[in-house]
């Protein structure tokens, strides 16, 4: 009888999903607490808005994999074939002085409304996140931020002492038992010129946003439950488990929809749409300018931070203990004009860094007015000298980490700042690495020998 007892607990042991941690070799942090730990300590709390309109099911969070393969333009019959098991993509990158816990969150469908000539708002794989700042102090540490994404823009909360930096900060964040963020994703539907929120985007939670009866609350338990209920709003709770970001990362070179279309960027083949990893999200208002560029918010979160938030301190590190999702460390450590377009022989020098056709590090990260080309040489850092739109960083950087696709070409430009008019070109270095290859760039001479430059890429 003993023997039975014993073999039926072990059944209904086997039973009962266990936890998987999303770092299975239990990384640990430089001050001992393991991310695992962290990114349970600071799991958000979802509350998150459906749409009977649009099939309640499909604004279930998931797993992209649900459904056995890798295929992004399947992904549509996800949602009525599959059970919607709550699962949340995370990751984890630690400084010397900070942790930045990013939580992104994965739908089959963003769907809506079809405009005809003005296209499909619906589109297949949607993929959405927060990224969190936590500032060390020898334990789990201290909440800072967060950054959300909203289809194509960033937006900033808080409820600490940082103030608002390159962008005014939205709004507070509220933390459920102390270290929850509390946040509010919306629901399929309309987007555009609508008031209310679509199409999956992520704010802080406030409950202003009318939701009518239908919405339903996630939270971190280590178990992926399947929605069952959503109505009355916010009466029932489900949990959610991790996973992490690298089973997408480490498919970033994985096209033809399987599954990406480019690089990180799903395919879908319903509607005008498409969705885009966190290597690939984009402020709208900075991606182009070359102050906050595409998939910063993955691949240098702390840049990402320093340029959003003012009054991290200025021990605040951009030193890198762990940082998975980057592709290209580029260093710029010095320029030197040794030409002038300007009759007093002087330049408003600035260096743009370019990969893949998209614009990095421009005048308005840095820029240095009345740069003698007598040889004189300047040593570039972030927010220093006269950059354009005073962009205030804590301390001292001449790094970025970008994530672009191996081989593509950099392209290092140096100019001479004519204000209204066009800028006058000092000549450009381009080279392409490939993976794992490092290309250090001693006193090299522009195109045009119009500047010097000392600069170093390092790729993986």
């Keep these: 009888m003993k023997r039975n007892i014993f073999i039926f607990m072990l059944i209904c042991l086997l039973l009962v999903p266990q936890k998987v941690s999303a770092f299975p070799n239990d990384i640990t942090s430089a001050e001992g607490i393991s991310y695992q730990q962290l990114l349970e300590h600071w799991s958000p709390r979802v509350y998150h808005d459906v749409n009977p309109n649009y099939d309640v099911k499909a604004d279930f969070i998931t797993r992209f994999d649900l459904d056995g393969d890798w ?15 709550a699962y ?29 000539i003005f296209g499909n708002e619906a589109h297949e794989n949607d993929l959405e996140g927060i990224m969190l700042g936590i500032k060390k102090n020898g334990e789990y540490g201290e909440f800072l931020g967060m950054n959300t994404v909203r289809h194509s823009d960033f937006y900033q909360y808080t409820n600490s002492s940082i103030t608002e930096g390159f962008e005014t900060i939205d709004g507070t964040v509220q933390l459920y038992e102390g270290s929850h963020p509390e946040i509010f994703i919306s629901s399929n539907g309309q987007y555009t010129l609508n008031t209310n929120p679509h199409g999956h985007d992520i704010q802080a939670y406030t409950g202003d946003v009318n939701v009518g009866n239908d919405a339903i609350i996630y939270e971190y338990t280590g178990q992926a439950e399947i929605p069952t209920e959503v109505s009355p709003a916010y009466e029932h709770v489900y949990g959610y488990d991790f996973l992490s970001l690298d089973e997408l990362w480490e498919h970033k070179t994985s096209f033809n929809d399987t599954p990406f279309q480019t690089f990180g960027s799903f395919g879908s083949s ?30 240098d979160p702390a840049y990402l931070f320093d340029a959003y938030f003012n009054n991290l301190g200025n021990d605040f ?10 592709t290209h460390k580029i260093t710029l450590n010095w320029v030197q004009p040794v030409k002038a377009n300007d009759s007093n022989n002087e330049n408003d020098l600035y260096v743009d860094i370019w990969i893949d056709g998209k614009k990095y590090i421009g005048e308005r990260v840095w820029k240095k007015n009345n740069a003698k080309a007598d040889g004189t040489i300047y040593y570039p850092t972030w927010g220093s000298d006269d950059n354009a739109a005073n962009i ?6 001449n790094s970025i980490y970008i994530a672009r696709e191996p081989g593509s070409v950099v392209r290092l430009e140096v100019f001479d700042s004519d204000g209204s008019n066009a800028d006058d070109s000092l000549g450009y270095i381009e ?15 522009t195109s045009s020998g119009g500047a010097y430059l000392d600069a170093m890429i390092e790729t993986k």
Excluded: C, M
């Design 392 to 397: 205030d960083f804590s301390n001292e950087s």
């Design 431 to 445: 080279i392409s690495p490939q993976a794992g290859e490092t290309v250090v760039l001693t006193n090299t001479k």
């Design 88 to 116: 949340v993509y995370t990751s984890v990158s630690e400084t010397e002085t900070h942790y930045f816990l990013g939580y992104s969150f994965y739908h089959p469908r963003d769907d809506g409304p079809d405009w005809g």
């Design 270 to 299: 319903v509607g005008d749409g498409n969705a885009n990893t966190p290597w690939q999200w984009g402020d709208q208002d900075h991606k182009e300018n070359g102050s906050v560029g595409y998939g910063v918010f993955a691949s």
């Design 71 to 85: 295929i992004s333009t399947n992904q549509w019959e996800t949602v009525d074939n599959e059970p919607l098991e």
């Design 317 to 326: 590190s951009y030193e890198y203990i762990y940082n998975s999702y980057w």
